[in-house]
């Protein structure tokens, strides 16, 4: 499989794989999930992140022989917000209809936590979201892709910033690279969200 970078036509199917994956993340699966088990709003909540990230040409994705995103990787150049103000406000309109009033609040919680947990110094890449589509796990696509990724950066000289939501990846990251700078427990259920960095490795 090809790396390459998504444009417009591909956000519906970048979209797609990330709530599948994410389903069942141990941080995102409660936190955005409805009271009453309802899943329905999970594709239009991720598509805001991808929408907003494919203007700078840094969403990447391998394709899959029927159309899918097969994996996908988005990641923010230094200093751009994940949302701009308006989808932010959209993200929250939908997610206050999603949840009940105290799952809402948890869910806005976790958002502080994440953001100041983010470093602002040195300038770096940030990988919001890295997703394998499920019929595609086991097959260490993924693990390609963020090697693929990781390149690019390092001939730029430019470090680069993640949070792990599932310990089971941490090991993976470690192997590409990165290391655990800090982190902090999910408000719903006290995931562990550990927060890494790379230095760019000499090229």
């Given at each position: 499989m090809q790396t390459r970078i998504a444009g417009p036509d591909d956000v519906d199917a970048v979209t797609t794989t990330i709530a599948l994956a994410?389903?069942?993340?141990?941080?995102?699966?409660?936190?955005?999930?409805a009271a009453d088990g309802g899943t329905d709003h999970l594709e239009?909540?991720?598509?805001?992140f991808v929408a907003g990230a494919v203007p700078h040409g840094s969403v990447f994705l391998q394709d899959g022989p029927d159309g899918e995103a097969a994996t996908?990787?988005?990641?923010l150049p230094p200093g751009v917000p994940e949302l701009s103000d308006d989808q932010e406000h959209e993200v929250d309109?939908?997610?206050?209809?999603?949840?009940?009033?105290?799952?809402f609040d948890a869910y806005?919680?976790?958002?502080?936590?994440?953001?100041?947990s983010h470093p602002d110094d040195?300038?770096?890449?940030y990988l919001s979201l890295l997703a394998t589509h499920p019929a595609?796990?086991?097959?260490?696509?993924?693990?390609?892709?963020?090697?693929?990724?990781l390149a690019r950066f390092d001939a730029e000289g430019t470090p680069t910033y993640l949070e792990s939501t599932n310990p089971g990846n941490d090991h993976r990251y470690e192997r590409a690279g990165f290391?655990?700078?800090?982190g902090f427990l999910s408000v719903l259920d006290g995931a562990v969200v550990t927060t890494m960095w790379r230095d760019p490795r000499p090229v």
């Open positions: 994410f389903r069942d993340d141990p941080v995102w699966g409660p936190a955005l999930t239009a909540f991720w598509r805001f996908v990787a988005v990641w309109a939908l997610m206050a209809d999603a949840l009940p009033p105290e799952r806005q919680r976790l958002w502080t936590l994440f953001e100041e040195p300038p770096h890449m595609h796990r086991g097959r260490g696509i993924g693990q390609r892709l963020l090697a693929d990724t290391r655990p700078v800090g």
